[in-house]
């Protein structure tokens, strides 16, 4: 079975400019979430879909972040435009629908690490 | 909102040592617990996790943790470490909301055993 793959592995960009980050989630799973690590602090929620809906996207910074999951299926997070402090590792992880289950173990991706100069 | 406190950012340890990180949350009500660990180069992992029953849970490559809910605390413990468990440990929290999961991690603790 494949993981959650995330793409770019790396990005450098100039402030200013417009990023567009990718994850496809494990086949299947209804439940797509998005994270970020700023170096050396905690890895942050910043939102959650359930299927093409947003569940919950209280941790979003700003509106310069903007993320879509159309069709239920990958999911891009778009930030735009670009900042410093924008800089960090993004997480995507996916976990599946499980009937009767609160909750449940989400599998993460790889990551991209994102560089605002 | 609820926390996560992992109080040791950086432990050295040499092989054969045990090891024990610690971690407490701030949440008054029924969670969920994680340990997540994240190799050199590779993805976050899931080491183990506490949902209910038996506070002393068991995880991969040897590890465990204990869920002391009076402490709010879920400690990860290994006897004996080796050279291939350098890596970060993430714990982690959600809390019990019957459906929707909003996971919060501690700042990670960096694992370096010397050989």
């Known amino acids: 079975e494949a993981g959650v793959t995330q793409f770019p592995s790396h990005s450098v960009i100039e402030k200013g400019q417009t990023v567009t980050l990718r994850c496809d989630p494990i086949?299947?799973?209804?439940?797509l979430y998005w994270y970020r690590r700023v170096m050396g602090k905690e890895i942050k929620f910043l939102l959650h879909?359930?299927?093409?809906?947003?569940?919950?996207e209280s941790g979003m910074p700003n509106n310069r972040f903007l993320a879509e999951r159309t069709g239920g299926t990958y999911s891009t997070l778009k930030v735009q435009p670009a900042e410093l402090e924008d800089s960090g590792v993004y997480f995507c992880a996916s976990s599946p629908k499980l009937p009767g289950r609160s909750t449940d173990t989400q599998y993460f991706g790889p990551g991209t690490r994102l560089t605002v100069l | 909102a609820q926390s996560v406190s992992q109080h040791n950012h950086h432990v050295i340890l040499s092989e054969a040592a045990s090891l024990e990180l610690g971690c407490n949350y701030s949440?008054?009500?029924?969670?969920?617990l994680f340990w997540y660990v994240q190799y050199p180069g590779q993805h976050l992992q899931l080491l183990l996790k506490y949902f209910s029953g038996d506070p002393l849970v068991k995880g991969i490559k040897g590890f465990e943790a204990e869920f002391i809910k009076s402490k709010f605390s879920f400690n990860l413990r290994k006897p004996s470490v080796q050279w291939s468990d350098t890596a970060e440990y993430f714990c982690?929290?959600?809390?019990?909301?019957?459906?929707?999961?909003?996971?919060?991690f501690g700042t990670g603790t960096k694992l370096q055993v010397i050989p």
């Open positions: 949440y008054g009500g029924t969670v969920n």
């Open positions: 879909f359930v299927k093409e809906s947003k569940q919950d």
């Open positions: 086949s299947g799973h209804d439940n």
């Open positions: 982690a929290v959600i809390p019990y909301s019957g459906g929707y999961q909003k996971v919060t």
